[in-house]
């Protein structure tokens, strides 16, 4: 007697034992597919976590500028001189600080001399004066101005902050900065500075002469 191998009960499985197979090979497939889902949702998050957060802009109740006053031709009551302990970002600073132009640049203390080649076509002079910062981060205020006749002075932060509330400002994210900037006057004069940020207002005199040969 010959049999084919559609009746050899040995060669093919059962109608049960075929669904069962297919439950089988359909729950690992469901299982596999929920885990690679959790692990993506889970990168996700992980991403989302490792973006940068925005840093809360802080506010500053901008203080009204107030200068001092020196009569035409008089003294001009120049800031002092102190010494910076790191000498790596400067030898001396002006002001109380915190935040301080640096010394450096001037002559003779707070004298900021004023050269041919720093002269701009509308005939104001820009020089170079670095900012240095100690103990203190949040908003910062700069704003000059000549107190000894009519003129005018600003300040310009090189890499950060804009121009705002009449001056320049900039927000501090570290308790120590080095500030790269200018200074810019209309010309020979008394000057200062008003430097104010959430927990201090402070003032800086210096002049601006025309430079000389020695």
């Given amino acids: 007697m010959l049999f ?20 089988v090979l359909l729950g690992a497939t469901i299982v596999s597919l929920a885990i690679v889902l959790l692990a993506a949702a889970c990168d996700g998050q992980a991403s989302g976590n490792d973006r940068p957060q925005a840093t809360p802009t802080s506010t500053l109740a901008v203080p009204p500028l107030r200068l001092p006053s020196v009569a035409p031709g008089g003294a001009c009551p120049l800031a002092q001189a102190s010494p910076w302990p790191d000498s790596s970002e400067a030898n001396r600073v002006l002001g109380d600080g915190p935040a301080h132009p640096v010394a450096d640049y001037f002559r003779d203390g707070a004298e900021l001399q004023l050269r041919d080649e720093d002269r701009e076509p509308d005939g104001t002079y820009i020089k170079k004066v670095r900012w240095v910062v ?21 300040v310009k932060f090189s890499y950060t902050g804009m121009a705002r509330d009449g001056g320049y400002y900039t927000e501090l994210t570290h308790t120590s900065s080095d500030l790269p900037a200018t200074t810019t006057v209309s010309g020979p004069g008394c000057y200062a500075y008003q430097v104010d940020g959430t927990t201090f207002s402070t003032m800086v005199v210096f002049s601006a002469v025309l430079d000389t040969p020695q």
């Fill in 4 to 23: 084919t191998a559609n009746s050899s009960p040995s060669s093919s499985p059962s109608r049960a034992a075929v669904r069962w197979r297919r439950s």
């Fill in 134 to 154: 100690a103990d203190y981060a949040g908003p910062l205020l700069v704003r000059a101005g000549r107190i000894d006749g009519p003129g005018s002075a600003s």
